[in-house]
């Protein structure tokens, strides 16, 4: 039996191409778009319904991105499984709270701590064990692992798309006009709480200062008696950690299948390196831009070309600013919170 | 009678075809300060990344208190109490001058690492006791006022103070200064002499790696001379400068 997949990877540069050759027919749908409308009510509250749409997407992508920025201070690589993270998070949890029947709270906890240890195991049998490691060598094993995570989710849950309940009510709430899912205030408040902790771990932890310490300075951190391998682990169980809790936040929306770590991850890259490489702060903002963008380009161009219009913005910024858009020498302060 | 610190038996260390370190065996006394000097590219910076780890030998032994370290990672041979500063100043710049020391001195807090990071309760106590003896160091070394600044936009001399700052918070038994006063001017060396002097007295002994033959003179309770990675003369700092084979590989023939 033959299969014939949408892989998103490809799909989203197919699009990408149509998009810069078809430039003139898109701009005539745009103006049609906007033309065929009166500036009504109903233009600003579509803009609010799109703007909520979009800073829910725009969340998963920030904190797929704080995970790559995570590994990237602690190693200097890209760490191309992070959206792997984000999808055993998410069919974990519908595991645990569709068929094991767990509550969520639990569920959350146990999947959340089930793909912190991939990410130690990742660290452990395949990044840690390397001889030489350059950056190179280190991200195509992070590509071979992401291969081995997708191939590992297509054995145990399937090619299906898998449904989850949502946290709270799956009632829409009134907004000024638009609505407004609880899940999308459970992502929102999520995303703020974990923030937090992140700039409270960073700041006010021994650890976060000596994680730090060694993404600045890794000799002298040595030297300072960190163990620099314990600090790489962490970092991968860090980011795997928030990378489920990204998958668990958005499988009630999206549905999540075993093959959309690499658009998401794709995306989380796209905000890591919007924001600036190694800027959290940033890549919160930028995460959330690409969202609302893309958001925007659904509602009001085509969401066929949702996932090129957010990539080509990202391509036109970094022409413009190859360091990101918060990631010149100024904003390096601010480069660890 | 002295007692030895720290004793390198024929130590080696060769990068391809190049000797480095070649046969050096040498002894360093508790309490003192000792020096290691000569030409550029004679090989003390490698000796020193041999102690702390940086290097691994090719053949010989480093002891510590009569504890191998060869085979040692850099962060376990800090942890036993040998602490280093670099020849290029080496400070966590985006970090605070404060924030520096305290990493320093997380290997001395009471808890572990890991779980004081996990158990908030506990964790609030430990990080003030830490931020708190990290102060006094800073006091020490006269750099309480900057506490808060970026330690990257502080000048040379100060960072350089800043990095023996850290190595003091390991609380070490054994210091290594390498190159503690290039780039310093006199007044600023003059000063980091006397501050030598008062990290002797408190009782941790220093191995020293200098070129300012002044300073070296100065403060030294011994000296050794190495030239091509091998010892060439030991002993006190007016033995050696009428030591013909020194003034020999300073000057040439």
């Not at chain 2, 080696?12 to 000797?19: A, D, E």
Request: net charge positive.
């Amino acid at each position: 039996m033959i299969w014939i997949q949408h892989d998103p990877v490809i799909d989203s540069g197919h699009i990408l191409l149509k998009s810069l050759f078809f430039y003139p027919v898109l701009k005539k749908q745009i103006r049609k778009n906007i033309t065929g409308r009166a500036m009504t009510e109903s233009t600003i509250s579509d803009i609010l319904q799109f703007m909520f749409m979009g800073i829910q997407r725009g969340c998963i992508y920030a904190l797929a991105a704080i995970g790559f920025n995570m590994i990237y201070n602690a190693t200097g690589i890209i760490n191309f499984a992070q959206g792997e993270f984000v999808v055993i998070g998410g069919l974990m949890m519908v595991t645990l709270t569709m068929t094991w029947n767990l509550p969520i709270p639990l569920a959350f906890l146990l999947t959340t701590a089930f793909v912190t240890l991939i990410g130690i195991a990742m660290e452990r049998f395949t990044i840690n064990p390397v001889k030489h490691p350059t950056v190179l060598r280190l991200i195509i094993i992070t590509i071979a692992v992401s291969i081995i995570i997708k191939g590992a989710a297509m054995c145990f849950w399937g090619k299906n798309s898998h449904f989850m309940r949502h946290f709270s009510s799956a009632e829409t709430l009134d907004f000024y006009g638009a609505t407004i899912l609880p899940q999308t205030i459970w992502i929102i408040g999520i995303l703020l709480f974990i923030v937090a902790g992140y700039i409270f771990f960073f700041n006010y932890t021994m650890t976060g200062k000596c994680m730090r310490a060694c993404a600045i300075n890794r000799d002298a951190a040595r030297l300072a008696g960190i163990n620099d391998r314990k600090m790489v682990m962490l970092s991968f169980a860090l980011s795997a950690g928030i990378g489920a809790i990204a998958g668990i936040i958005i499988t009630p929306i999206i549905q999540m299948d075993y093959a959309r770590g690499a658009l998401l991850g794709i995306k989380g890259f796209g905000a890591a390196v919007l924001g600036g490489l190694g800027n959290s702060m940033g890549a919160i903002i930028a995460g959330v831009l690409i969202g609302v963008l893309e958001a925007l380009a659904a509602g009001y161009i085509s969401s066929h070309y949702m996932d090129a219009i957010a990539l080509i913005i990202l391509l036109l910024v970094l022409f413009v600013r190859p360091s990101g858009l918060f990631g010149s020498s100024e904003a390096m302060r601010l480069k660890e919170f | 009678m002295q007692t030895n610190i720290l004793k390198l038996d024929c130590l080696r260390k060769t990068f391809g075809g190049v000797v480095a370190v070649d046969d050096l065996s040498l002894s360093f006394n508790k309490g003192e300060v000792t020096s290691l000097i000569g030409p550029n590219g004679a090989g003390k910076t490698t000796v020193f990344n041999l102690i702390t780890g940086f290097l691994k030998p090719t053949s010989g032994k480093i002891n510590f208190n009569d504890t191998e370290l060869n085979h040692k990672k850099p962060h376990v041979i800090a942890a036993m109490g040998i602490g280093r500063t670099f020849q290029n100043v080496q400070v966590f710049s985006n970090m605070t001058v404060l924030e520096n020391v305290m990493v320093g001195r997380h290997l001395r807090s009471r808890s572990g690492m890991f779980f004081s990071s996990i158990l908030p309760p506990m964790l609030r106590g430990e990080e003030k006791r830490i931020r708190s003896s990290a102060k006094e160091r800073l006091a020490l070394l006269g750099l309480d006022q900057y506490a808060d600044v970026p330690a990257g936009s502080l000048p040379l001399g100060n960072q350089r103070m800043l990095e023996i700052a850290r190595a003091l918070a390991l609380e070490p038994t054994l210091l290594f200064l390498d190159e503690p006063a290039s780039g310093l001017n006199a007044r600023e060396t003059v000063v980091m002499g006397r501050l030598i002097q008062k990290i002797k007295s408190m009782n941790i002994t220093v191995v020293l790696v200098e070129h300012d033959m002044e300073l070296v003179m100065d403060i030294s309770d011994k000296v050794a001379v190495i030239n091509f990675g091998k010892l060439i003369a030991e002993g006190t700092p007016n033995e050696v400068q009428l030591n013909p084979d020194v003034i020999n590989a300073y000057l040439g023939t």
